[in-house]
């Protein structure tokens, strides 16, 4: 079922893994990447979906500023007081992955999610999906 679609973003709830999937195509973290994944994570806590598939799969280089754009929006927007856990799930590029893995290293500028979020990365869908699954 679609609940969100944009020319770049498309936000979908899979009944049967019981799993949001936001696919996002634009080379560059937009406007319309904020609204769909505001909208992503306000489901996920209307309709208690635990988990989400972030498909950010796409032929851009990483940015210093995509990490502020995927985890700031989890403390603000995730009430600390929820007791259950939420595992996301984010799917991107092996160059992508590479930067994250050497950035998560200065972790005095690294936003930390709430303790009640598993947030990872992965460069593979599969990885991701049978991750959630598991979760």
């Known amino acids: 079922m ?17 799993t949001l999937h936001l ?3 634009a080379t560059r973290l937009s406007v319309s990447f904020g609204q769909a994944y505001q909208r992503a994570l306000e489901e996920m806590l209307e309709h208690n979906v635990d988990k989400l598939l972030l498909d950010l799969k796409r032929n851009a280089p990483p940015t210093e500023d995509e990490t502020e754009h995927l985890l700031q929006p989890l ?3 995730l009430p600390a007081h929820h007791s259950r856990p939420l595992f996301i799930a984010a799917v991107v590029s092996e160059g992508q ?9 200065s972790a005095a500028s690294q936003t930390v999610p709430p303790a009640h979020i598993e947030f990872n990365y992965f460069t593979s869908r599969r990885d991701a ?5 598991e979760n």
């Open 2 to 18: 679609t609940l969100f679609s944009s020319p770049e973003a498309t936000l979908t709830f899979n009944s049967a893994s019981q």
């Open 97 to 105: 992955y590479q930067y994250q893995i050497a950035s998560y290293s």
């Open 129 to 133: 999906t049978a991750w959630l699954s």
């Open 23 to 25: 696919s996002y195509s």
């Open 75 to 77: 403390i603000t927007a």
